[in-house]
């Protein structure tokens, strides 16, 4: 028996891993560089959200990712840099865009967020209280007829080959069934799989959850290195002294790559910046989270505020706030809303997420190490696959019979 796991990494995913090891009756500490839940996990737009199962590497992708390039006003971002690890992760980016690749990914997408989405339902209803949680779908909004015809292609593959349909939403059809919308839209696609949360009621929930059944969290501590036997880590070097563990597991999204010589490996894990901005509940408020496809912009109505998020940009580990992309958001919902922001903000937020060349996460064992494990790679649905990825981890560790079949999220795998 495992006596003692340490966790690197106090996001959702972190936290998932630490609640499916106690409930398996191992002793489990979780060390974070800096608080609980205060890094990608925090203000995002909360979706739990089977619908998406298709990774952003796929046919077409590649020249909308060069049309960034000359567009300053693209949802999508890539800001060249000469960086050899960011530029192999392009590379094999790009060897993924095609329709096969595509789809091979998304079976080890799907099986995460399906299995995920079950497992919210019985967390909900037994351990985590107060998240806010509504399932009431999710609604993709399309300005343009074509993009609305064109996503039909899509929705029949989501339909048919893993078992995600929409109902779809013409014209006036949609403005009655969301009034919130602005009339003269081409339509939507509305998801009732899908669901959301608070993401800050979670974290908050899953805190006090883990807690309660005897987890140690340990903050602003940074992993600095470790020390080894052979194969076999003995204990963490970190800023506030050596922490013993019998198993570690890193779960630390796009700050990985800081964590090579602890993993040994290299893993191809590229930040994907991400913002979201969080104002008072507008007087006409959607009932609906909707995103609107053509801008790439998210709307989540929450108990707690309403928020306005997405975009990606790729500019490495900077994690500043810039004005122009957070006026992206507010000029997307513009759009579409007849009352996009409710009078008083509340938070301008941005994250850094941990995206993978195919678009699934890294779940397992480090091939170089005897007793160190991965738990990243999560890319935009990190909220979305955390149960499943902790109840995978604490099944592969403990040595039962896994729930899913782990060889997708291998961290070997080839790309």
């Known amino acids: 028996m495992t006596d003692r796991v340490v966790i690197v990494g106090g996001g959702v995913v972190g936290a ?31 979706y739990v959200s089977p619908s998406h199962v298709l990774p952003i590497a796929g046919p077409g992708i590649l020249l909308d990712t060069l049309r960034t390039l000359f567009n300053r006003d693209s949802a999508l971002k890539v800001r060249l840099r000469c960086d050899p690890q960011s530029l192999a992760w392009f590379y ?30 019985h967390l909900f209803g037994s351990t985590l209280r107060d998240v806010e949680w509504t399932a009431g779908g999710l609604l993709f909004v399309f300005a343009s007829k ?68 005897g987890v ?18 003995k204990r963490l070097v970190t800023d506030d002294g050596p922490i013993p563990a019998d198993q570690v597991v890193v779960a ?9 010589s602890l993993i040994g490996t290299r ?12 104002r008072s509940t507008p007087a006409v408020c959607p009932t ?55 009078e008083n903000f509340r938070e301008r937020w941005c994250g850094l997420r941990p995206m993978t060349p195919d678009g699934r996460p890294y779940v397992g064992r480090a091939p170089r190490r005897d007793n160190v494990w991965v ?4 890319g935009m649905l990190g909220l979305s696959m955390a149960p499943a990825t902790g109840r995978l981890v604490s099944e592969l560790l403990a040595g039962d019979v896994p729930h899913l079949d782990p060889r997708p999220y291998a961290v070997d795998r080839k790309l």
């Open 216 to 233: 140690e969290i340990r903050e602003q501590v940074e992993v600095l290195g470790a020390e080894f036997t052979g194969r076999r880590l």
């Open 288 to 342: 609906h989270p909707m995103i609107f496809e053509e801008e790439h912009v998210a709307v989540t109505p929450m108990a707690s505020g309403f928020r306005i998020g997405s975009t990606m940009e790729f500019a490495g580990f900077d994690e500043s706030l810039r004005d122009d992309r957070l006026d992206l958001l507010r000029r997307g919902a513009d759009r579409y809303l007849r009352e996009p922001v409710g």
């Open 252 to 260: 630390t999204g796009a700050w990985t790559r800081s964590l090579r």
């Open 375 to 378: 738990a990243t790679g999560h």
């Open 146 to 213: 074509a993009k609305m015809n064109h996503h039909a292609e899509t929705n029949t593959l989501l339909s048919e080959r893993f078992g995600t349909p929409a109902t779809r939403y013409d014209g006036d059809e949609l403005t009655r069934f969301e009034p919130t919308l602005k009339p003269g839209i081409a339509g939507g696609w509305h998801y009732a799989c899908d669901g959301h949360v608070s993401p800050e009621r979670l974290l908050e929930s899953l805190r006090r959850a883990v807690c309660d059944r």
């Open 16 to 46: 998932a891993c630490a609640l499916y090891l106690r409930e398996a009756g191992i002793d489990v500490t979780i060390v974070d560089r800096g608080r609980f839940g205060g890094g990608c996990s925090h203000s995002n737009c909360g």
């Open 92 to 121: 094999r980016f790009a060897r993924r865009c095609t329709r096969a690749k595509m789809l091979e990914a998304a079976v080890g997408i799907r099986d995460l967020l399906v299995s995920s989405r079950a497992l919210y339902d």
């Open 267 to 278: 893993l191809p894990i590229e930040p994907g910046k991400g913002y979201s901005l969080t």
